[in-house]
């Protein structure tokens, strides 16, 4: 005889929710997506940060740019790097923020991470002199399922790292079609044991919960 194994209903997970729509939103869930009722989502809402290096006309030091990285959650805008003490294939520099707030110092020609900016400034054939200054634009790229869901993913650098929803029912899209979706994400109860997961571990699944609490949204 072979084994059925029925899969969850919709809304099974709810055990209490506001009168009304008051607890539901209707959503997009992304693309190629196989979703249970009682999934976790988290919004797709950045794309990656990347930072754009240029010159100030009149730098007399000739290193090559370096390559930035940007850490997720870092301030987009205008920063700014500058050399405040040359030294021969050296050198000390201070970078700031958009706001014009020096936020740390590093060497020329050493690894230095400072308010999520990551890299290594190159010394050049000329050495720099005090003044020499760079503009480093910290950009949010596109992104191609920017405000659609997806399930929840600790690991993921697009804004699901955040769990902000509960799927009502399941839900399949195809490549590269999107669909309409319930869910729950405001002043409701919900069973814990009948949430959907992809492989989280326990203390992901914690954080997860008090992300979705900070909306009203308690398991059980």
Known sequence: MSVMTERRSAGEHIISEAPGALSRD????????????GQVLGQVTIGALTATLTAEAGNTGNGAAPTITVAVGTP????????IEPAANAGSFVISDPGGVDIGHGVVGAAFNIGGLSGTFPDGATDYVAGDAWTMLVADA?????????PHDPAATDGTQVATAILFA????????????VVHNLNCEVKAALLAWNGHTTNQKNAALASLRTQGVKAR
Do not use: S, W
């Open 142 to 150: 596109a992104h191609v399922n920017e405000g659609q869901y997806k």
């Open 26 to 37: 209707t959503i997009v869930i992304a693309p190629n997506q196989d979703l249970l009722a």
């Open 170 to 181: 399941p839900v399949k899209t195809a490549v590269g079609v999107t669909q309409k979706a």
């Open 76 to 83: 987009i805008g205008a920063y700014k790097m500058r050399i």
